[in-house]
């Protein structure tokens, strides 16, 4: 089975701080994503990143940046953390596609729930 | 952008009724999968349909497709309290990524 795990369930920050939210997936896959979900507004794509050091931005990558590493590790970081940032913070991992494949199912972890003071 | 409109926000029914679900998508797809979160959780993938597809079967899951609405529905049959959960449809377009709908809150009343 693949594993999706994220460094913490709940964290607590002030405004200004910086922030990484970490997520290491144990089935090699190329594709990882970090998402937020609020209520009323879904899950929105904040980035992804479909290898080791490449990264793309997703629809919502203003406050945030992102680091990978290592194929199995994609960090999420808040460089100075506001109110405005509290939210469910979800992270993902996909097999990169090849070809005529259409099999983009992802595999989430628990998420981190942040709360920015 | 989200893509994928579920309909109803939220369904409230009696435990071994049916509930339906529906998601409504606006660009060409490869394919529709739907996601299910308990609360407070990380989403759970449950079943996945090709584009070239019309009706998908799993378990107490039904999936169905038309692309020519622009449309899938998930049927969940004979309901139980542990189907109590938000449930997403992603769209996904051949680009590595999905993009998720808004979900559809189910609460099983027993």
């Known amino acids: 089975d693949v594993k999706v795990t994220q460094s913490s369930r709940y964290l607590v920050k002030r405004t200004g701080e910086k922030v990484f939210l970490e997520c290491v997936q144990d089935?090699?896959?190329?594709?990882m994503f970090w998402y937020r979900q609020d209520p009323g507004l879904g899950l929105r794509l904040i980035y992804f990143?479909?290898?080791?050091?490449?990264?793309e931005k997703g629809d919502i990558p203003e406050g945030y940046s992102v680091s990978r590493e290592k194929k199995e590790r994609f960090s999420l970081i808040l460089e100075s953390a506001s109110t405005n940032q509290t939210s469910m913070y979800l992270c993902?991992?996909?097999?990169?596609?090849?070809?005529?494949?259409?099999?983009?199912?992802?595999?989430f972890g628990p998420g981190t729930r942040l709360l920015v003071l | 952008s989200q893509q994928g409109e579920e309909d109803p926000q939220a369904l409230s029914i009696q435990e071994g009724e049916n509930a339906t679900m529906n998601c409504s998508y606006k660009t060409s797809i490869n394919n529709l999968q739907w996601y299910r979160q308990n609360s407070g959780r990380g989403l759970v993938h449950l079943i996945l349909?090709?584009?070239?597809?019309r009706e998908k079967h799993s378990g107490r899951l039904r999936v169905t497709l038309d692309t020519s609405k622009k449309s899938s529905s998930l049927l969940i049959t004979a309901s139980r309290a542990a189907d109590t959960a938000s449930y997403f449809c992603a769209t996904g377009q051949g680009a590595q990524k999905l993009v998720f709908g808004q979900g559809t809150r189910l609460t099983i009343n027993p």
């Open positions: 349909i090709r584009s070239n597809e």
């Open positions: 993902a991992s996909s097999l990169r596609l090849w070809g005529r494949k259409v099999r983009e199912t992802q595999y």
């Open positions: 990143s479909y290898d080791v050091k490449m990264k």
């Open positions: 089935m090699d896959h190329e594709n």
